[in-house]
Structure formats: C-alpha cells, structure tokens
C-alpha cells in the first residue's frame, strides 16, 4: 500500500469513528429528536466547525428530520475577520446568523490585565445565546465541547471546587427555556485536530483568551495528556466512570441512605468489596477464589 493509499485509509477510519461517536453520543442521549431545530454555536475554532461538519453529514442520512443554523457572536474583539464565518457557511450552504455584541469591551473594562477573563465571558456569551436561541426558534443549542473537555471540567471541579461535577451531554439551560447538547461528547480533541486539518477550516483564533497562560484548565489539560501519552485510553476510561457512577460508594447522603443504612443478613452485591486493593476488584472473583472468601466468612463451627 503506497502512503497516499495509507493517508486515505486513516481519514477513512477516522471519517467513520467521528460520525459513529457522534451519532452514538446523539442517540444514547436523545439529543436530536424529528422535526428539531439545532442551533450549532460556531467560534471559528476547530471544534465548532466540526461539529458543524459531522451534524450535516449526519443529517443527510438520518432516519429522522431536522434543521440546523450556525451562529456566531461576533464580540467585537480587535482584528476579528468578520467576513470568515459568513464566506465559509454561505459556501457550504447552512443557514446562519451573526449576533454582534461589544462583549470584548464589558470583559476588558471588568477584569484587570492579565486575570482569567474565561468565566465572564463565557456567562456573558451564554445568556446572549440564549437568547438568539429563542429569537430564533431553535429547539437544540449544539456546543463543541469534546471528551477531553468533559473530563478536564470534570478535573477541574475536583481540585478546585470540591465537586465531582463535569459537562453533561444534554442539559436544560439556566433559563429554563433551552436545551443544550454536546454532540462530541464521545470524540477525541486529537480526532478533531486531524479532521480541521483535513477539512482545512478557516480556524479564527481568539485573542480575548486563547492566548493566556496558567489557566487552571490549561494546567489540568497539560496532566492529562501526559497521563494519556503515558498510559492510552485512560481518558476514555475516565469518561466511561462517568457514565457508571456507583452511589453507595462514593459520600454524597443525598444520592445513598448513608446515615440509614443497616445489614439485613442477605448477601449484597454492593458491599465492601470495593475494599479490596487490588486492580481489578471491580470484577467478580474466580469461582475457587469465591469459594475461599465464603470459607473465610462463614461461621466458626464449635
């Protein structure tokens, strides 16, 4: 097989594993459903323009019926190629809409020089979408956050706000009138640099944040990465966790009767097994390793 043979079949795997993860993401979820309308948020970055991509191919063979529009806040930041966005959607045929709104100006003149200005941005940008949402008749806002954003945020809340908490695939909005999904939920931020590269988007950087340094996010990024490169397919096991939440062996009262709980001389499958340090306690024991343990349990005969 000649390289060009090699490079077509990879983008070919690729092609398939993006569209499979996504469409997987969107039917465990519920996340498009017939005669929806999709809001697809797009930044200008490779994984809105992505998102954008797959959704399109997806719905030209989708069993059921739905629309999409692009939109784009155009925050007024210094140097913004205004005429990017527009050129692209209007060539690839997807309806949109620009919202324009100083966002830059509120962020700079609020937060001090070089302080994170992620979290009010993001709140501001948020309740704008919102709004275009409704003014527009969307049903489904679509973000292009990925697996690895999903388990950073999950990361993120554990060192620094004391929560096991991360992004869910599908939420209702603060406003309580909108419906917000993550297509890529299952998809690899690396997948994603190959496919833009591919696709060859005309990424548009942000100069509000994009190049600020020391973000707590970026630092917990950089970690697992390198948990990733030194052991592959963790990410994709934390992600898995999240989706096999066990409560009763965790600490939170409000999900498991802790404080109420008592033993009923019955065997339970959730008990302390998951005492044991070993690896792989999680699965069940051999069945002449059980026989030994329900030995060693069993009353001691006078």
Not at 3 to 21: G, I, P, V, Y
Not at 153 to 171: E, S, W
Not at 253 to 258: G, K, S, V
Request: contains cysteine.
């Amino acid at each position: 097989m000649s390289n060009k043979d090699k490079a077509t079949h990879e983008l070919n795997k690729l092609s398939k594993r993006l569209h499979r993860q996504v469409g997987e993401a969107i039917g465990d979820f519920n996340m498009i459903e017939d005669g929806d309308k999709v809001m697809v948020c797009l930044s200008g970055g490779k994984d809105s323009y992505a998102l954008l991509d797959i959704l399109r191919n997806l719905q030209a063979r989708a069993p059921i019926s739905f629309d999409l529009v692009a939109v784009n806040l155009d925050q007024k930041q210094p140097g913004f190629p205004e005429h990017v966005l527009p050129t692209y959607l209007k060539a690839v045929g997807v309806p949109f809409h620009i919202e324009e709104q100083d966002t830059y100006s509120i962020v700079k003149k609020l937060i001090p020089e070089g302080k994170t200005t992620c979290s009010l941005c993001s709140r501001l940008r948020r309740g704008i979408l919102y709004r275009v949402a409704q003014e527009l008749g969307a049903t489904k806002i679509a973000l292009g956050h990925h697996r690895d954003d999903i388990v950073t945020t999950l990361m993120l809340n554990m060192f620094h706000g004391g929560t096991m908490k991360g992004m869910p695939p599908k939420l209702v909005s603060d406003d309580g009138r909108n419906t917000v999904i993550r297509p890529l939920a299952y998809v690899a931020e690396e997948d994603l640099v190959r496919w833009a590269e591919h696709r060859q988007f005309p990424i548009i950087p942000c100069n509000l944040c994009g190049s600020q340094e020391n973000l707590q996010r970026a630092a917990i990024k950089e970690m697992l990465q390198g948990w990733e490169k030194k052991h592959p397919g963790r990410l994709d096991n934390m992600l898995r966790a999240m989706a096999h939440i066990v409560p009763s062996h965790m600490m939170d009262t409000a999900l498991f009767p802790f404080t109420t709980i008592k033993p009923t001389g019955a065997p339970y499958a959730g008990g302390d097994i998951a005492f044991d340090e070993d690896d792989e306690a999680c699965a069940p024991p051999p069945p002449a390793e059980e026989a030994v343990i329900q030995w060693a349990r069993s009353p001691v005969k006078a």
